[in-house]
């Protein structure tokens, strides 16, 4: 079960991920280059596995739930 801090962070991505869409930039692309930065070892990782696999799957899923939004407008 997802504590407070859990479901703010994932409103968060959320809404970083929203305003890439709004701004008219390629949500994907957005989301293929943080998937990248959290695999690789760049300066913006901050944990090793298992979190990195999670952090990716979370990536995913907050594109996935912005791109539905706009196909729904």
């Known amino acids: 079960m997802a504590n407070v801090r859990e479901i703010a962070l994932e ?21 293929q280059k943080a998937g990248s930065l959290v695999l690789g070892h760049s300066k913006y990782r901050q944990v090793e596995h298992p979190h990195v696999s999670n952090a990716h799957q ?12 706009a196909l729904t407008e």
């Open 11 to 31: 409103q968060a991505l959320i809404a970083v991920l929203g305003a890439v869409q709004d701004m008219g930039i390629d949500v994907n692309e957005v989301s």
């Open 58 to 69: 979370e990536i995913d899923q907050a594109r996935d739930a912005v791109m539905a939004k």
